[in-house]
């Protein structure tokens, strides 16, 4: 089976996402060390630590069975 995590179904052009390396069929598995198992936990992480004043966030995923370690930025 798939590893639990959120799946990027969609990476628009020019979104910071796009900008920061994240690729259609990764797997987010955690974001900031927190495992995460659906979209708005992403969300509620990225935009906690954004109200807190940072600019990019850790992101644990798996690629192509490969597991990855990305900053998103923005």
């Given at each position: 089976?798939?590893?639990?995590?959120?799946?990027?179904?969609?990476?628009?052009?020019?979104?910071?996402?796009?900008?920061?390396?994240?690729?259609?069929?990764?797997?987010?598995?955690?974001v900031?060390?927190?495992?995460v198992?659906?979209?708005?936990?992403?969300?509620?992480?990225?935009?906690?630590a954004?109200?807190?004043?940072?600019?990019?966030?850790?992101?644990?995923?798996?690629?192509?069975?490969?597991?990855?370690?990305?900053?998103?930025?923005?």
């Open positions: 089976g798939l590893p639990s995590g959120v799946q990027v179904l969609t990476v628009p052009v020019g979104t910071p996402a796009d900008a920061s390396g994240l690729k259609e069929g990764d797997i987010i598995v955690r900031e060390g927190q495992s198992r659906s979209v708005v936990q992403v969300w509620e992480i990225v935009s906690r954004a109200d807190d004043g940072a600019h990019e966030v850790d992101l644990d995923l798996i690629r192509e069975k490969q597991a990855r370690a990305l900053k998103l930025r923005w």
